[in-house]
C-alpha cells in the first residue's frame, strides 16, 4: 500500500446517501485496510444506515466530553459528511478534521446553503476544507461550482451538489489521506453565513406580505424538497398551518 499518513479514520454524517457513495470509494481506491468507522449523530435514524451500509454503525454524541477524548485517542483523522454536529474545540485541536460541505465556502457558509443560494440568487457548489472552531469556516482543500437553474428546487440543487461532493472526494481522498495537498485561503473568508434559524424564519409565509413574483417563486422552490414541510402559511381560520411546495415542468 501506498505511503499514508491517517491510518485510523473515523467518518461522522448524517446523510447515509454519501456514506454508501464513500464506501464505495474506499473499495475502488482500494483502502479497505485502513482502519474505516462510520458513526452518526445521535438524531439520525440508526437503522436506516445500518441497512444502506457494509461497515458497522455507531451513534456518537459530540457534546459528551468522554466520547471526544476517546475520538481523539483512537483516531487521526476525522470526516465530516453532512455531519449536523459542532465539532468541539479539543477535536479540532488534536486530530486532522476534515469536511466535505454541500456549499461553495465562503460564499454558501452554514445550513442548507443550495436553500439560500436559490433565494438569495448566490452561486452554489462543494467544497472540502479542514474543520477550525468556525462553522465552515477553515482551510479550503477543493471546492468547484455546480449549474444552478431557474428549474430547480432545493431537492434538484442538492443532488446535483452532491454530485459533486463525490467528484471532489475521488479527487481528493488519497492526498488528504497522504497529507499531501496545498490549501486556500481565500480573500473574503467570511463569506456568507446562513444557521438553522434563518432557515425557520423563510418558511412562514407572511400572507400580508405584497411580494414580487420571481421572489415568491423563489422562495418556493427554495423551500420544496422532495417530502418535506418547509414553506407554510397558517389558516387564519383555526390557526392551522398550511404547507405549500411548487411543481416545475419545463416545455419540451
Same mark, same amino acid.
Given at each position: 500500500?501506498?505511503?499514508? $499518513? *491517517? ?70 483523522? $476525522? ?12 477535536? $479540532? ?18 445550513? *442548507? ?8 440568487? /448566490? ?11 468556525? /462553522? ?58 446562513? /444557521? ?35 414553506? *407554510? ?20
Amino acid at each position: 500500500m501506498m505511503s499514508l $499518513v *491517517y491510518r485510523n479514520i473515523l467518518v461522522i454524517s448524517d446523510n447515509s446517501h454519501l456514506c454508501r457513495e464513500f464506501e464505495n470509494l474506499i473499495s475502488e481506491l482500494e483502502l479497505e485496510k485502513l482502519n474505516w468507522v462510520f458513526s452518526i449523530s445521535p438524531f439520525s435514524n440508526l437503522s436506516e444506515f445500518k441497512a444502506k451500509l457494509k461497515n458497522e454503525v455507531s451513534i456518537r454524541n459530540l457534546k459528551e466530553h468522554s466520547t471526544v477524548v476517546e475520538i481523539c485517542k483512537d483516531f487521526d483523522l $476525522v470526516f465530516s459528511i453532512h455531519c449536523k454536529q459542532i465539532f468541539p474545540k479539543l477535536m $479540532v485541536k488534536n486530530i486532522k478534521c476534515i469536511n466535505v460541505h454541500p456549499g461553495y465556502n465562503p460564499i454558501n457558509r452554514g445550513w *442548507y446553503p443550495q436553500v439560500f443560494a436559490i433565494v438569495n440568487e /448566490l452561486p452554489i457548489g462543494a467544497t472540502i476544507h479542514e474543520i477550525d472552531e468556525e /462553522l465552515d469556516h477553515g482551510e479550503i482543500i477543493d471546492r468547484k461550482f455546480v449549474k444552478k437553474s431557474i428549474t430547480d428546487t432545493s431537492l434538484s440543487l442538492y443532488s446535483k451538489v452532491i454530485s459533486m461532493e463525490i467528484q471532489l472526494l475521488k479527487k481528493n481522498l488519497l492526498n488528504i489521506l497522504q497529507n499531501d495537498y496545498k490549501t486556500l485561503s481565500p480573500d473574503n473568508k467570511e463569506g456568507n453565513l446562513f /444557521l438553522k434559524k434563518d432557515f425557520n424564519e423563510l418558511c412562514k409565509i407572511d400572507l400580508s406580505r405584497n411580494y414580487q413574483a420571481k421572489d415568491f417563486i423563489n422562495l418556493l422552490r427554495a423551500l420544496t424538497h422532495g417530502e418535506y414541510s418547509n414553506a *407554510y402559511f397558517v389558516n387564519p381560520g383555526n390557526n392551522r398551518k398550511v404547507f405549500v411546495t411548487i411543481r416545475l415542468e419545463e416545455e419540451e
